[in-house]
């Protein structure tokens, strides 16, 4: 997945991705959407996978404290509160984690830009959870009347910017370092003594599954993610690496952790471009925090992706 602003291009997709989540007496029109892009291109924000929006965030900016009518319907440029209008997944997409990380990344980015107090939204009741999960806290009901359904306002309180100095010593080096160098309890496959059938369970996979390069240790997958299936070996090495195990010759049984659908199931990984030497739509899996690979396989636009049982190490 890939997080960037929308540009114009895209309304229409994001659009109808509003049309198709929202009751036809609360979903945006398309020039509502061309207002909002057009004043506040900034706080437009939109997740792509294989180069198509699947979500969005949209706001304006307003002066008040509170949401209203006329905050809803307009923009201040240089105001202080975030209004967001609407956070939306494809229904293609839903349940996968997506909407919430693209609303946390939202929030992180409004927070780094130090210009905002505040972000505002109204949402039913049963969205509670959701954005309390992200960091807002619930207000209660909400003036604004739009639709049949009762609204409720929620928000979230910016963090002020802090005077600038010069870190501690030894800051920029700890930030440098890997987030969980040689985490305990971490083995490579070979070390279990029934090998697959050890670290499965229920065909799902028994532990965390980890970069195998010792001091990175960084966690690809959780527990019960992944499914244990046998197949074929194919080719994803265009070259041996030291750090990882040989795969079997093409076309060998071969043990994989599958993940479905999507990427958003993983913790920590990356994706190369398509590798022209494997075939027009191969593309390789790698930790996304010290680019060790490759660890697994996809094809482009794919909702299959393969993590060799041999290339992860396993955190008991």
Known sequence: MEIALVPAIDLDRANAIEQAGFPPDEAATIESFRYRQSVAPDLFLGAYIDGRLVAYVC???ASGNSLTHDSMSTHVPGASSVCIHSVCVDAAHKRQGLGLRLLREYIARLQAAEKYERILLITHEPLRDFYEKAGFE?????QVVHGTLPWFEMRIILQPPTQSSPPPPGVYEALLQPSNPNPSGTRDLSSFAGGVADVASESLNKYDLLCPRSGCGSVILKNGVGKLVE????????????LLVELPAPGAPTNWWLVTPSPMQFENIGFSRPVAALGP?????????????PLGWSQQGGTEFWLACSRVAYRV
């Open 231 to 242: 197949r074929p070996s194919i080719q994803i090495d265009l070259s041996p690496h030291p």
């Open 281 to 293: 739509t191969m593309k390789l899996l790698a930790c996304a925090e010290c680019d060790l690979g």
């Open 138 to 142: 619930w207000l209660g009901p909400s």
């Open 59 to 61: 706001s304006t900016l």
